[in-house]
Structure formats: C-alpha cells, structure tokens
C-alpha cells in the first residue's frame, strides 16, 4: 500500500488542493510592505536632532501596460503587492503585465516562483492556456522540492490540455508519475491521491491524443490503485476512479463501433467475433463505473450500456445481405434477424429504465437522463414496430410462413455478444451519498 505523503488525513485541508489554514487572501495583503511614504516616515522618526539616516536609493522606471504608460518604483514587494491586488480585481491583463515585469526585474529574487505560478493562473483567465504553461514551467524550476512546485505540474499539464496538446499533458503527468528527476523538482514521489490523479489525467489525455492503448494501460493504473487502496474512503469515493471505469468503457465502445459486418461470409465471422469481445469488454468497464453510484459518471455508463445493445442491433440490421436474395427471401432473412436480435433490443429496455429510476432515486437530472429516456423511446417503439410487422405477416394458425420455394437463409447463431448481454446483472446497487476530493486548487499563491 502506497503512503499518502502530503495527502494524510492529518494535513487536513492543505492536503486536498484548499486553502492553507491562516493563509487566506486577505491575511496575506495585511502583511505586505507599507506604502513607501509610511516607510520612510518611519525610519525618519528613528533619527535624533542632526542626525543623518542613510536610504538605499530609489530606482523609478516607466513601462507600458494594458491600462497605459506608467512609472514604478522598482521594489519586488511593491510590485507583487500591486500585481496581486490587480488579479483580486479581476484584470486580469494589468496582473499578467505586472508580474511579467516581476519576472524582467528580478528573475532571480526569492518569491519569483510564486509569481510565476500566479502568473499563469492569470493567463489562464486569459483563454492563454500556451503562455500559462510556460509560467507554471518557471514555477517548477524556482520552486524546486516546494509544495507549489507539484501544484504546478499538475496545472502545467492542465494547461496543454486546454491547448489541445494532449500528447503533451500526457508526457508530463508520466514524468510526474514515473521519472526521478522530475520527483525531485516536486518534492518527491507523488502520493497516494496525487498517483491516483495523475495516473487517471495521464490516461484521460493519451485517450484525447488518439492512443487507446496507451490510454487503457493507464487507466488500468488507476483501476490496480482503487484495488490495493479501496479501503481508505478517499480513494474508493474518488471522481478519478469512476471516471477512469467510464472512460475504459468508452475506448472500447468506440472501437467496437468502428466495426461494420460487411462480405464475404468470412470477414462478417470476424468482424462478429471482435465486436462481441469489444461489447463484452465496454459492458464490463460501465457495470463498474455503475455501482460506484456517482451522479454524472455513473449515469452516463449506464445509458451507454442500453446503447451497446441497441447499437449492436442497428448494425446487424446494417450487416451487407447476399446480392442474390430477392426481395422474399430478404424479408425472410429480416425476420429471422429480428428474432435473434428482440432479446438484445428487450435487455436495452430493462437496463434503460433502470438507469432512468436510478437517477430519480439519486434525484438527478441532466443530459444523460434525457437520452436514456429518448433511447428507451427509440427502442420500445423498434420493438413494437417488428411486432406489429411479423403479427402481419403470421397465417391464422399461428405459424409463420415459409419463404417463396426455398427456406430463408439460417440465421447464425446468437453471437457471444448477444449471449453475454443476456447473463449479465443489470445495476442495482445500494444507493448512498458519494464524497470526492475536491479538484486540484487553482487558488492565487503568495508570497510574504
């Protein structure tokens, strides 16, 4: 079992990204220097009759900002102190421009690191996710083994991933994870909750960069830390961990619909081979993501588990028919589909409706119910329609007909996903209030 390290239960909120205790914004800005006039008031009241005090000398300079041209006295604390009241205020333009200029006068001065990292919390604000990256890169290398430095990383990789360089983010939340010089930079290995989140993000962005496999390895990470880890609450209640589930289920959906049966016979044999191992494997990863009962996650796995069903139905009714089969035998051949394929479309039902009455007990709305609700619509009124269709066609005796001359085609056998989709359990796990660790802080760092 991996440590918590900074993420124990005894660092109380400082361990899960909120504010540090006696740290707040305001407490902060009534420690900063005093205006210079009160300084050197100040030191001149310490001065006799005839006596001299000597000042280091004041350095004024003028730059450009986004609000226009304007002196400064070139004093670091001032300076931050200025940048930091600008980003309380919300401009945040005047505050990157101030701490930029931080970042020109005294790329060395202690604190530099916590203007970096503000520096790119505020271009954040900006939608300039690039600018913000290379902020948060200067964070980690004047903060090296800080706290903040690990809080950087991890805002570092968010920030590529707003910029859409998911190839990217991926690489660095794997340097947080795997390399030990990067664990230098950031105060050690990760801990338990941070490996948790970063295994997760890693696997999250390989996804988004269109490397499922790459993405599963990762995500079965997070699935082997849940296992070893169920036991403490933070981790069995983490967002990381359903989502991870879902976001499993999800590379194999998408992949098992890539697949269309299509001729020769022997191609549509393997094509239904692979797809009913995609299903199985999609329905697997959902079921889990189901019973940790969270209100989007797991409402979302279950919608597309009906969908898998219903999914596999369309494409079947898709697969490529012989050219040789008139229309008769086409008909017939639909017929037999139908009734191989009613059990797959009545599991869409029961596993729709359930995720519907999940979320009414969980007293949860939202997109995921709304098309839980217009698949299950889609499906009873499928369901009805073929009824009604082969009800038609069905002689008073009750037997249905036999195709003009010649039996229609055999239809195969019910497919391993059809078989599997019929055994499995559909989800129906107690319900209870799911706590998560709130999300990595974006709070402003600052600097006494």
Request: net charge positive; charged share 30%.
């Given at each position: ?6 993420d124990?239960?005894?660092e109380g ?6 504010p540090?205790?006696g ?6 800005r009534?420690r900063?220097?005093a205006p ?11 001065a006799g ?14 730059q450009?900002?986004?609000?226009g041209?304007?002196?400064?006295v ?23 421009a101030g701490f930029?200029l931080?970042a020109?006068e005294?790329p060395?001065?202690?604190g ?5 990292f ?5 271009y954040?604000?900006?939608g300039?996710p690039?600018d ?15 706290r ?16 859409g360089?998911?190839?990217?983010a ?7 994870l ?20 970063a295994s ?6 390989l996804k988004?960069a ?6 599963d390895?990762?995500l ?5 830390i849940?296992e070893?880890n ?14 991870s589930?879902?976001?499993r ?5 998408e992949?098992?619909e890539?697949i ?23 329905q697997a ?29 369309d494409?079947i009714y ?6 040789d089969?008139?229309k ?7 017929d ?10 009545r ?11 999940l979320a009414e ?14 698949e ?27 195709g ?5 085609p055999?239809?195969?056998a019910p ?8 055994s499995a ?10 706590r998560?660790?709130?999300a990595?802080s ?7």
């Amino acid at each position: 079992m991996g440590t918590l390290r900074r993420d124990q239960a005894n660092e109380g909120a400082v361990a899960f990204g909120m504010p540090w205790p006696g740290r707040s914004l305001t407490a902060c800005r009534l420690r900063r220097l005093a205006p210079l006039s009160l300084l050197l008031a100040t030191l001149g009241c310490g001065a006799g009759p005839g006596q001299t005090v000597e000042l280091p000398p004041v350095e004024i300079k003028a730059q450009d900002t986004p609000s226009g041209r304007r002196s400064f006295v070139r004093d670091f604390k001032l300076l931050y102190d200025e940048a930091m009241a600008h980003y309380d205020a919300g401009r945040w333009a005047d505050a990157v421009a101030g701490f930029e200029l931080l970042a020109r006068e005294f790329p060395m001065a202690e604190g530099s690191g916590i203007a970096a990292f503000n520096c790119g919390l505020a271009y954040l604000r900006l939608g300039r996710p690039l600018d913000s990256a290379a902020r948060f890169r200067d964070a980690v290398r004047h903060g090296q083994g800080s706290r903040d430095a690990r809080d950087a990383v991890f805002l570092l990789a968010e920030a590529l991933v707003i910029a859409g360089k998911h190839a990217q983010a991926a690489a660095v939340y794997g340097a947080a994870l795997d390399e030990p010089e990067v664990q230098r930079l950031i105060g050690g290995p990760l801990g338990l909750l941070d490996r948790l989140e970063a295994s997760a993000k890693r696997g999250f962005a390989l996804k988004a960069a269109g490397d499922p496999h790459g993405a599963d390895k990762a995500l079965k990470a997070v699935e082997r830390i849940y296992e070893d880890n169920r036991h403490i609450r933070l981790v069995e209640e983490s967002e990381w961990v359903v989502r991870s589930y879902y976001e499993r289920g999800e590379i194999y959906r998408e992949l098992f619909e890539t697949i269309r049966f299509k001729l020769p016979v022997e191609r549509m044999a393997r094509d239904l081979e692979d797809k009913a191992n995609l299903f199985l494997k999609g329905q697997a990863a959902y079921f889990r993501a189901v019973r940790l009962h969270h209100r989007k996650w797991s409402l979302a796995a279950g919608y597309h588990i009906g969908g898998l069903y219903s999914r596999l139905i369309d494409d079947i009714y898709a697969a490529e028919v012989p050219a040789d089969l008139d229309k008769e035998h086409v008909e017939a051949y639909r017929d037999e589909l139908f009734r191989h394929t009613e059990n797959l479309a009545r599991r869409a039902v029961t596993i729709l409706r359930k995720n519907i009455e999940l979320a009414e007990r969980m007293g949860v709305g939202g997109d995921w119910v709304e098309k839980s609700r217009s698949e299950l619509d889609r499906m009873e009124k499928m369901l009805k329609r073929e009824q009604k269709r082969l009800q038609a066609k069905t002689p008073a005796g009750g037997a249905s007909p036999p195709g003009p001359n010649a039996a229609a085609p055999a239809a195969a056998a019910p497919s391993p996903a059809a078989r599997g989709a019929g055994s499995a359990s559909a989800p129906s796990p107690p319900l209870g209030h799911r706590r998560h660790r709130p999300a990595r802080s974006r709070r402003i760092r600052n600097h006494e």
